[in-house]
């Protein structure tokens, strides 16, 4: 096994991993979405949200609220660009800060010559928006997201298409991210993955995902200066 530093590629998660909301701008988003759809009030409640897909949790939402899926599927892409223009709208809302080192961590990766991707459940207007507030939006050369993807595991495999296009068929590609279902996606797509302690889910519970590399913080890697 290389040393974490040594791939080709990374595919880092954002919430999380990249960095961390203290606001609700994008839960509204998702609010005012399935409110429209439903035709009623309906909001996240008993869906799971930490390592699914902006498009898997809107269709998880529904299913609990009992919209049929011929009444809410045609209507995604429109769906998408209003939580994308809801969020766009409310910037100014924001509370997100860079997870601590992480600006070190992708200016070691980027010196080494590795190409830097996203891979999110965010869709991508959303997404992009969050990197640029946090200011690392610019040390990334692509970006996977969410728009066309239910499950994380297909963001992962689109996102890792686009590295072998950009870096080489043997590019070797590492996944980045703070949850289980981000282990367990890498691995589906058949990917070495490095979990961080920095989201939601405690280190021993990433642990048990059993991820080529487990950490607390990106403090724990980096380089001394």
Not at 46 to 53: A, F, L, Q, R, S
Not at 76 to 89: G, N, Q, Y
Not at 108 to 119: I, P
Not at 141 to 160: H, K, N, T
Request: glycine content about 8%; aromatic content about 8%.
């Amino acid at each position: 096994m290389k040393a974490w530093d040594e791939f080709d590629v990374y595919l880092f998660d954002i919430d999380g991993t990249l960095l961390n909301c203290r606001d609700a701008v994008h839960y509204f988003a998702f609010c005012d979405a399935l409110t429209t759809l439903a035709g009623r009030p309906v909001n996240l409640d008993g869906v799971v949200t930490h390592g699914n897909t902006d498009v898997g949790i809107l269709r998880d939402a529904l299913r609990l609220a009992d919209v049929p899926e011929s009444v809410w599927r045609p209507a995604l892409p429109a769906t998408r660009d209003a939580m994308s223009a809801f969020v766009e709208a409310r910037m100014h809302g924001f509370d997100i800060e860079a997870t601590p080192g992480i600006g070190r961590v992708l200016d070691h990766l980027k010196a080494r010559g590795a190409v830097l991707g996203v891979a999110t459940g965010n869709l991508e207007r959303i997404g992009r928006a969050k990197l640029r507030k946090a200011g690392v939006l610019h040390r990334f050369d692509f970006g996977g997201y969410s728009d066309e993807f239910e499950y994380r595991r297909d963001v992962f495999g689109a996102a890792l298409q686009t590295a072998r296009r950009l870096a080489g068929k043997a590019a070797a590609v590492c996944v980045v991210g703070d949850t289980p279902e981000d282990v367990r996606a890498a691995k589906a797509c058949g990917l070495p993955v490095i979990a961080v302690a920095t989201g939601i889910f405690p280190h021993a519970d990433l642990l048990a995902e059993a991820p080529d590399w487990c950490l607390r913080s990106f403090l724990d890697v980096l380089p001394e200066s």
